[in-house]
């Protein structure tokens, strides 16, 4: 008897051992709680059977396509549930890179496109569906909108973590010594460009960047590092785990939801109004937190 409840004591612990692997430091509330322990066997069963993350990555983005299929068919409830366990399988990918210490560049990238082709394809196979049910074409640009507003949130969520990460882990941008090339007018146009909406958007919000020297220069301050460190994550963690409301997890989720409850045709109106209410609300928040860590630690 003894010796069954050490067994199941050392199961349990190598088991939450090796999900902690599978975590991350910053990550969307939504897959933390619900997507990520769901996929976890999946995580275990790929890493004995020496599966890599790009089968789970492939698996992930078939769901997506067939659910896209579904949704064009009007077979909306069969749709959701794929688009369910598309978000598992899209944390088991990365839970098992991360396990199996298996990245890659092509892995990343990879798992970056499907996402972006799969979303396209259930963005167009619900159009199909409310189109051909109002008769009317116009609801191809509403669900076009709808997914440029979920990719601003997901782009607007990144950008809060890069920042967040940067500053935390105390890497500064590195000093360039040598004489860099100097691009034609054509790329140096191009890159202006693409720039162009993402300063607009930030101007517009007044989205503040805690990646500056200010937030990161821990030795220009009294605080011993580690408690400057602490102090940071303390202000600015849970903000982390607001912006992560408005990027592709809780979208997944939040069409799901309407999907179940026979409202795909509130998804064009529930997602774009709520991502950038959020947007506009949590840039808000996150300059009346910096302004509060900024008097409080004089940085």
Request: charged share 15%; proline share 4%.
């Amino acid at each position: 008897m003894a010796l069954t409840v050490q067994l199941k004591d050392s199961w349990i612990g190598d088991s939450v051992e090796q999900y902690q692997k599978t975590t991350k430091k910053v990550s969307e509330v939504i897959n933390s709680v619900l997507y990520r322990p769901l996929g976890f066997p999946l995580v275990l069963l790929g890493k004995k059977l020496q599966l890599t993350p790009n089968f789970f990555t492939t698996l992930s983005l078939i769901s997506m396509l067939i659910s896209a299929y579904m949704y064009s068919q009007n077979m909306i409830y069969w749709a959701a549930i794929l688009l369910f366990v598309k978000q598992i399988l899209d944390c088991v990918d990365g839970s098992l890179a991360r396990l199996t210490n298996q990245f890659s560049k092509f892995g990343g990238l990879y798992d970056f496109l499907g996402d972006i082709m799969g979303f396209i394809a259930v963005t167009l196979g619900m159009a199909y569906t409310i189109s051909k049910l109002q008769n009317n074409s116009i609801y191809y640009l509403y669900y076009i909108l709808m997914a440029i507003s979920v990719a601003v949130g997901t782009f607007m969520f990144n950008t809060a973590k890069s920042q967040y990460l940067k500053t935390l882990s105390g890497k500064k941008d590195p000093v360039v010594s040598s004489p860099q090339k100097i691009s034609s007018k054509s790329i140096v146009l191009l890159k202006k460009l693409l720039k162009m909406p993402v300063d607009l958007f930030q101007y517009i919000t007044k989205f503040p960047d805690i990646s500056s020297p200010m937030y990161s220069s821990i030795d220009r301050h009294y605080l011993p590092k580690i408690e400057k460190e602490e102090a940071f994550e303390k202000y600015f963690s849970p903000l982390m785990n607001l912006w992560s409301f408005i990027a592709g997890g809780a979208s997944i989720t939040l069409i799901v939801i309407l999907t179940l409850f026979d409202a795909v045709n509130l998804i064009i109106i529930v997602l774009p109004i709520g991502i950038l209410s959020m947007i506009v609300l949590l840039s808000y928040i996150q300059r009346q937190v910096a302004q509060k860590f900024k008097w409080k630690y004089q940085v």
